[in-house]
């Protein structure tokens, strides 16, 4: 392959990226043919020794998602870097899937926990409008103390969701690491 055909594909691949970014690393890879050359080396020694543009460019977006996670953790962007440490290997679909959807369940679980016992006195008055004679005190004090219990739920899964999301994000950064080869033992 040579530089122009290595060039394109590896900035095909890379589309996702904001275009200043994509410049630089590119400009970065147009240098790697410049100094091969230089030292006497064809643009098919260089491409090979570089490797796959499109691993690379799989690589690349696996770190820079996983970097704007760091930044700022929303969801779309877990969402991006779970995706793109997924391709880095058919390994990763078990490895970063499973435990991804495991704790997904969990945070989802819980939201939906928190947001349900809050909401549960309009449950009982929504009971009371279509059902009067069914009625109970008993009812509306328990949804009350329900909606109590609901607000500290909800408090603490926004804790154990920054908590859950930052420690995913480590195993996300551990992983890429890992695939791509850059774990060195002491």
């Not at 050359?37 to 796959?52: C, F």
Request: charged share 20%; with cysteine.
């Amino acid at each position: 392959m040579n530089k122009e055909t290595f060039i394109n594909k590896l900035e095909k691949a890379l589309e996702k990226l904001p275009a200043e970014e994509r410049q630089d690393i590119l400009e970065d890879f147009y240098e790697h043919f410049h100094v091969g050359m230089q030292d006497g080396k064809t643009e098919t020694e260089i491409t090979s020794a570089l490797g796959s543009p499109n691993q690379i460019a799989k690589e690349i977006l696996a770190t820079y998602y996983l970097d704007r996670v760091e930044e700022k953790s929303n969801v779309g962007d877990v969402f991006r870097a779970v995706w793109a440490v997924i391709g880095l290997g058919f390994f990763n679909l078990v490895i970063v899937l499973g435990p991804f959807i495991g704790l997904l369940g969990c945070i989802l679980g819980g939201w939906m926990a928190g947001i349900a016992f809050i909401a549960s006195p309009l449950l009982v008055l929504l009971d009371f409008a279509l059902y009067p004679e069914s009625f109970q005190l008993f009812d509306l004090f328990f949804s009350v103390a329900l909606t109590g219990l609901g607000i500290f739920i909800t408090i603490g899964m926004l804790f154990a969701t920054r908590f859950i999301l930052k420690g995913f994000t480590r195993y996300l950064s551990y992983n890429a690491k890992l695939v791509k080869g850059g774990l060195k033992h002491a």
